[in-house]
């Protein structure tokens, strides 16, 4: 039947014939380049998303009202909005702004591809960890607090001893779905042609029209990066447990 | 194996149980005739609900065989439809579906199960809920109803599958104690009317009265036995005794 | 074990370490983030946006203001817009459906098929959108011929169709947990009334579960619209392309800022009240159960 040719025909695997990436050294080392460059625009992300978090929840409990409400409009503007076009806010329109005079005398960027990713990624995901955090430093009993109190804590000593410590683990399932969430989407740097990982191989495939070989070898690589990820937030989570409590 | 009155209609000969490497019965033999009520006391973890749930084909025996009026339950080709046919079952926690009324919690299993005529399936439906005295509640939600009402909607759901005999898992221990009454009066009608049930409960007031046959399990065996009036006044054995005196 | 409350805590259970409901708690802090001030807040930054590069010092000797360009060009984003709702939509309708197959095959009790259904499930939500949308798009053939018929598949079936991959993905998860959450006495008795495990699942478990997933699955389709900008990327005319079409052909510097808040506005105003319903749903759902 037709149909059964077309799936066949889309599933055979020339695997043999096309994986250039593992056999040519010049491939290897580009797709090898952009496995590093996605891992530093995951681990630069991620470390920037946890310190707008961190400085957000902080802020939000602040007793000031205008800063809460400028937090608020933050978080709600980072979180309904597409992240791509926020990418592209952030690259076209306030980066063609932002632009200073170079050597030759013409005008260049300030910060470059890559750091526009990073930014822009940096402050969305961080306007959701600011959430988590939030919810995470709520979620710790006021009774608890109340008696470090009357133990004579000062209120900066209750923070960083009892409030945060339990915070974090509280915290630490939804965060871990976060930041796994902002390794996926560290692949929209793509659109603004950041030599990360999907780009190096649509280069690759472009060049070398292994588009299947290349799209598996791709989907593999992501899946084990992300794996990569979860056993270590696992390994972090199960460093902080404490005997006998939780779930 | 065909069954006939003069056998027992519920018969459990040696049936042993683990949960894992925990063993919760450990030779249990029980013989049921058609029209009798039994009742099954015992402290927690000795096996009482285990016991039940077996007898439904709810958990399976790992020694032992359980037969209800010719079917054999432990058998593994059993016919698991033709045994809930004849086996009607009360849990605890009532569990009604809460997305149906109490009517339709009553009508869905003749009709899906049993394929029967939908008018013939609503009337029989109302009158059960007359019977279970919830007359006026056939439209009523699970969640808008008291917990012996739900309980009552239950048995009664149970009812209209017509089995032979009705398990009772200790379903008055969730209710408040003026609820429980209700819910009593309802098992008590089916009792006198001839049905075999077998409970488990706690309300030792409530087994003195209707019992034909009491039985005390511990630690996963049938400790003793027999008929109201000698076990609670002439128990034999020291664990029954020691029992008896915490509860009564 | 015949425990009255069959909810009793397990020992040294402290309700300091529950793990984090976002859910439950979410409202009151979102009411406290975001109400008539922020919202005031962001309409001000907004406007000071629109209106502030209209003084810039490089921008060029046009007599047109940016409202009114933005204006101008609002009908064809609006027909853009309205092109990524229709993905949107038709890629929720489809991944739900997968994905409520998916999750009811993820509790399937012949395990071979329970394995299955969950490595499709994590792969599928493991992997990058956008990626998922390339392989669509270059790896779905442009039609199919089934007997006589020929299916064609444009650019934007096969990118609402990548689209529908993770949505199948994660309503297979949210199924999966709403379908355990069912209180295992509802199998029971359903099961000692006679019931299949097909009827089961069709007449009392699933029932259920919508009212549990309901929440979560509006959220997904708020994460979904916010995704639909992607096919933007692989070379379908939604939106974004729009955009970048009308900046490249008015060429003015200071248009950038305000045309991308513009759109960004929009997807707020769409996305916004589906997340506050969500929270509400949350809240009603939460107590009910």
């Given at each position: 039947m037709e149909l059964a040719n077309t799936l066949i025909d889309w599933l055979r695997p020339d695997w043999f014939l096309n994986l250039v990436v593992f056999s040519d050294n010049y491939y290897r080392d580009r797709y090898l380049a952009g496995l590093v460059t996605k891992i530093q625009l995951s681990v630069l992300s991620i470390f920037f998303s946890l310190i707008v978090g961190i400085i957000g929840a902080a802020v939000q409990g602040?007793?000031?009202?205008?800063?809460?409400?400028?937090?608020?409009?933050?978080?709600?503007?980072?979180?309904?909005?597409p992240p791509l076009v926020q990418l592209y806010f952030f690259f076209f329109a306030i980066g063609t702004?932002?632009?200073?005079?170079?050597?030759?005398?013409?005008?260049?960027?300030?910060?470059?591809?890559?750091?526009?990713?990073?930014?822009?990624?940096?402050l969305f995901?961080?306007?959701?960890?600011?959430e988590i955090f939030r919810a995470g430093i709520e979620a710790v009993p006021r009774s608890t607090v109340e008696a470090a109190e009357a133990l004579g804590y000062t209120r900066l000593q209750i923070y960083r001893e009892i409030v945060l410590p339990l915070a974090i683990r509280i915290s630490l399932p939804a965060l871990g779905t976060n930041l796994v969430n902002l390794v996926k989407t560290t692949t929209l740097a793509y659109a603004i042609a950041v030599p990360e990982l999907l780009y190096v191989s649509a280069q690759i495939w472009s060049e070398d029209l292994n588009v299947r070989e290349m799209m598996n070898v791709l989907l593999v690589s992501y899946v084990g990066l992300v794996a990569v990820l979860v056993w270590v937030l696992h390994r972090w989570e199960k460093a902080l447990r404490i005997p006998g409590y939780g779930e | 194996m065909t069954w006939t009155p003069d056998q027992p209609i519920v018969s459990l000969k040696d049936v042993h149980k683990s949960f894992g490497t925990v063993e919760v019965l450990r030779g249990v033999s029980i013989d049921v005739m058609k029209g009798e009520v039994i009742c099954i006391i015992g402290p927690s973890g000795s096996g009482k609900s285990t016991l039940i749930r077996c007898i439904n084909a709810l958990n399976d025996i790992q020694k032992g065989s359980i037969t209800v009026e010719g079917l054999e339950v432990n058998d593994a080709k059993l016919d698991k439809l033709a045994l809930r046919k004849k086996v009607g079952m009360v849990f605890q926690q009532y569990n009604l579906f809460p997305h149906k009324t109490a009517l339709q919690n009553v009508m869905m299993a003749p009709i899906k199960v049993l394929r029967q005529n939908r008018a013939e399936v609503e009337q029989r439906a109302r009158g059960l809920i007359a019977k279970v005295r919830l007359e006026g509640k056939e439209a009523a939600y699970p969640g808008e109803l008291s917990g012996g009402q739900q309980q009552r909607v239950a048995i009664a759901r149970s009812l209209a599958m017509n089995p032979d005999v009705m398990l009772f898992d200790e379903v008055t221990a969730a209710l408040d104690p003026e609820t429980v009454k209700e819910v009593l009066?309802?098992?008590k009608d089916l009792a006198a009317e001839g049905m075999t049930c077998i409970l488990v409960t706690h309300e030792m007031g409530f087994a003195r009265e209707i019992a034909d046959c009491v039985?005390?399990?511990?630690?996963?065996?049938?400790?003793e036995s027999g008929p109201p009036a000698t076990f609670f006044d002439k128990a034999q054995d020291p664990r029954t005794q020691q029992f008896l005196s915490q509860i009564l | 074990m015949s425990m009255i409350r069959q909810d009793a805590k397990a020992p040294g259970h402290l309700a300091v370490l529950h793990p984090m409901r976002l859910h439950a708690s979410a409202l009151p802090l979102a009411e406290r983030m975001f109400n008539l001030w922020t919202f005031t807040a962001l309409i001000l930054a907004l406007a000071a946006f629109l209106i502030a590069p209209a003084f810039a010092q490089d921008a060029t000797p046009d007599d047109r203001s940016i409202v009114a360009i933005l204006l101008e060009w609002t009908p064809t984003l609006a027909g853009g817009f309205a092109f990524n709702v229709l993905i949107s939509i038709l890629s929720m309708a489809i991944g739900t459906v997968l994905g409520v197959i998916l999750g009811v095959l993820q509790v399937s009790p012949i395990s071979p098929i329970r394995s299955i259904a969950w490595l499709i499930t994590q792969f599928f939500r493991n992997s990058p959108w956008l990626v998922l949308l390339f392989y669509c798009i270059l790896l779905i053939p442009f039609q199919i011929e089934i007997g006589d018929t020929t299916i064609p598949f444009p650019g934007w079936i096969k990118a609402t169709i990548g689209l529908s991959l993770p949505v199948m993905a994660y309503m297979s998860e949210y199924m999966r947990g709403a379908i355990l959450s069912i209180p295992t006495g509802q199998w029971e008795s359903a099961e000692s009334l006679g019931f299949s495990r097909r009827q089961i699942m069709v007449n009392v478990i699933l029932p259920q579960t919508v009212k549990r997933v309901l929440p979560s699955w509006m959220n997904l389709y708020a994460v979904l619209t916010m995704a639909t900008p992607l096919v933007s990327i692989i070379g379908i005319s939604?939106?974004?392309?729009?955009?970048?079409a009308a900046l490249s052909a008015e060429g003015r510097v200071d248009l950038l800022i305000p045309m991308y808040l513009y759109i960004l506005c929009w997807f707020f105003i769409y996305c916004y009240p589906i997340s506050a319903a969500t929270r509400r749903f949350e809240r009603r759902f939460a107590v009910n159960t």
């Open positions: 602040a007793p000031s009202r205008t800063l809460r409400v400028l937090v608020g409009a933050f978080v709600a503007f980072f979180r309904n909005t702004v932002l632009r200073i005079t170079g050597e030759n005398g013409l005008p260049q960027p300030l910060v470059s591809n890559f750091g526009w990713a990073v930014i822009a990624l940096s995901a961080g306007a959701l960890n600011t | 009066t309802t098992i039985y005390f399990t511990d630690r996963g065996v049938i400790v | 939604d939106v974004m392309t729009l955009t970048r």
